[in-house]
């Protein structure tokens, strides 16, 4: 099995955030029992949905649990800079497409019981790909061997693929960009989310300024405000 190795630059940001994501990782677990594939989304691109599935991912790891990261954005990938590797791997798309076996996709990672899914080769018809059997046999299949399954997705505002993979999954959460995204798309991203039947968790206020709150330091905490909340 191919072996990831997490950056540097990554690796410092995830200490530096390390108490928030872990917030949140227990906020996913206190949702319910049953919750253990999760997908993630945004409405627009560059609002830290990857860094936010990558470091949630991370945290659940540490956290002794046995977690697989998926970067399903086949479309436009960012993740790779996120992991290095040596040597040449298949990805997401390469099982989809029928090409490789599912185990020649999944990677180890230097961070402990954390594994990965690469996105892959980017495809003609990702909407095809994600509707396959393939696609269902694959969740059937890593529901049993992991203990959670993150899923990054590309951004529901744009494309209609974070819709499909919600509806494969136990739970959605949607990123928003403090200051960045306007409440009528977002609600309009939630409703989608909700359209697929799979429970949506809520949001995460991601790049919010706690300078600004008077709790300071654990203001920080306001990053999950939304979080949970039923609308």
Do not use: W
Request: proline content about 3%; charged content about 20%.
């Amino acid at each position: 099995m191919p072996v990831l190795e997490l950056s540097t630059k990554k690796k410092n940001s995830i200490q530096r955030t390390e108490e928030y994501y872990n917030a949140l990782r227990t906020n996913i677990q206190l949702s319910g029992e049953n919750i253990k594939i999760v997908s993630l989304t945004s409405v627009h691109p560059n609002e830290g949905k990857s860094t936010t599935s990558t470091n949630l991912a991370i945290a659940f790891a540490r956290a002794g649990y046995k977690t697989l990261l998926i970067d399903a954005d086949i479309r436009n990938s960012v993740m790779s800079g996120v992991f290095k590797s040596s040597a040449k791997i298949t990805g997401l798309t390469d099982y989809l497409s029928g090409k490789t076996d599912l185990s020649q996709g999944l990677c180890e990672t230097d961070v402990k019981n954390l594994f990965v899914i690469e996105s892959g080769q980017s495809s003609p018809n990702p909407i095809a790909l994600l509707q396959s059997k393939n696609f269902d046999i694959m969740m059937n299949i890593l529901r049993r061997y992991y203990d959670y399954v993150i899923v990054d997705t590309p951004p529901v505002g744009l494309v209609i693929d974070a819709a499909i993979i919600s509806q494969k999954c136990d739970a959605s959460i949607l990123v928003a960009e403090s200051g960045s995204v306007k409440r009528k798309a977002l609600q309009k991203a939630k409703e989608q989310l909700e359209q697929t039947s799979t429970p949506f968790l809520g949001v995460i206020l991601n790049k919010y300024d706690v300078s600004n709150d008077r709790y300071g330091a654990y203001g920080a905490y306001g990053n999950y405000g939304n979080y949970g909340k039923k609308h």
